[in-house]
């Protein structure tokens, strides 16, 4: 997340699909809203503004991992009702196996500071079983911790964590990426010695009590020594692993972004200097984002076959990246921030093919959520995008609103429950779903934004301003 966390959020929302009226537009303080989805449970955190959730299957247990930002010039260090003391935000355990009734474990404090300037924003998980040579009775947590570490502990009792190792001496930190198959971890640093504030420090982290650094990494004008005009900063990686030998770099926040192919293999094993012509070898291709749109989140989405091309004798799949920029700004103070979609078949000629914007009042920032299609946009809005054609995206009926709460929707990939609380039995069928869907909201196209307002939507203009 870039820039100052202007809108504090307080409470760990667990919530599961179900029926719910369209939520309308809301003031500050009103109760949260949610539509085809259902409360089932919550946690205070402390009161302490909730950024990065994972959730982690450990054993017979459902437990989260919280990463906090810094406190606020309210609340600098909230009081840990557990301890009696007053702590930086860090990471929140939370056991949300029974979801109707979660029990907080332990708070790991951060990094002193307010905002982004302090706090533990970002979590991973790896079980020790899956890295190569990983303790088997371990649990694994990555952190980092404020802007001048990363951290690795055992959470295997996540009552009870213990610090593994820690790679600091940084100047910022950001939203790291952990391959528990092979142990690389793709960690978002700031090197004192580099230009920018964030880039790419690679290390393996196979046997997460020695790590080992691989390379430093970024675009070229970044690196040591290099003059002119620095490149956009990193916000953050994501890699397919040893089979996809791909890395998708995302660049920006909320303006002038890239995204960044980048071949696996290459970028591990080749040369290492950062040198301008080093920095390039491992690239397959780097396609700019307008400058008013950054890029918060790339996520692949490998040979999804296409229901429109169905009958085509060629390119019935494509290789789709989803691209997600992050507002900074309330009260629309900037440009739209939006969901982007590239087809990324060709590698090295990845082209734009549509867009998405949620047609709601008030919002104040659109990121991605790891392992899903589900975008946040907050103060807080989470909702799901249906990827089955994502040269038509379009908004499934399922969101939930709080001016004082971030919503956790269960999914997959880290972020899921147990199958029998997934969905309750009132829920609405698939069919109703899309029918509400394509009554509610439709996506804006890739095509004059003016056209395509006024040819695809039915909802009415997002209002930009929150009644006090």
Known sequence: MGGRATAVCCTFFVVLLANGASAQQQKIGDPPEASNMRLVGTSDLQARSAYQPTIHHQGDKWIAYIGHHGGTDDIPDPVNPMTGKAEPNGTSIVDVTDPAHPKYLRHIPGQEGKYESGGAQMVRICDGKDLPKGDRNAVYMLRTFGSEAHEIWNVADPANPVLVTRIGGLKDTHKNFWECDSGIAYLVSGAPDWRTRRMTQIYDLSDPAQPKKIRDFGLPGQEP????????????????????????????????????????????????????????????????????????????????????????????????????????????????????????????????????????????????????????????????????????????PASVRSTSAIPIIPGKSGTSFPPSQRRPTNAASPSTARTAARSRSRPTMSRPMSAATSTRSTAPTPACTFSN
């Open 225 to 396: 020594g290099a003059t002119g005009a620095v490149p956009t900063e990193l916000h953050g990686p994501i890699s397919t692993g040893p089979k996809g030998n791909r890395v998708y770099f995302g660049y920006g926040t909320d303006k002038g972004g890239f995204l960044q192919i980048v071949d696996r293999e290459k970028l591990l094993n080749g040369p290492k200097e950062p040198t301008p012509d080093n920095l390039k070898f491992p690239e397959i291709a780097r396609m700019p984002l307008s400058a008013m749109n950054g890029a918060h989140t790339v996520f692949p989405m490998p040979d999804m076959p296409i229901a429109e091309f169905a009958h085509d004798r060629d390119g019935k799949s494509r290789d789709i990246v989803m691209i997600v920029d992050e507002a900074i700004q309330n009260e629309c103070g900037e440009a739209r921030q939006m969901v982007w979609f590239a087809d990324v078949t060709t590698e090295a000629r990845p082209m734009m093919i549509s867009n998405y914007t949620v047609p709601r009042p008030p919002a104040r920032s659109a990121s991605a959520a790891a392992g899903s299609a589900r975008i946040r946009r907050t103060r807080a809005w989470r909702r799901s995008i249906t990827r089955s054609s994502p040269s038509s995206p379009s908004s499934t």
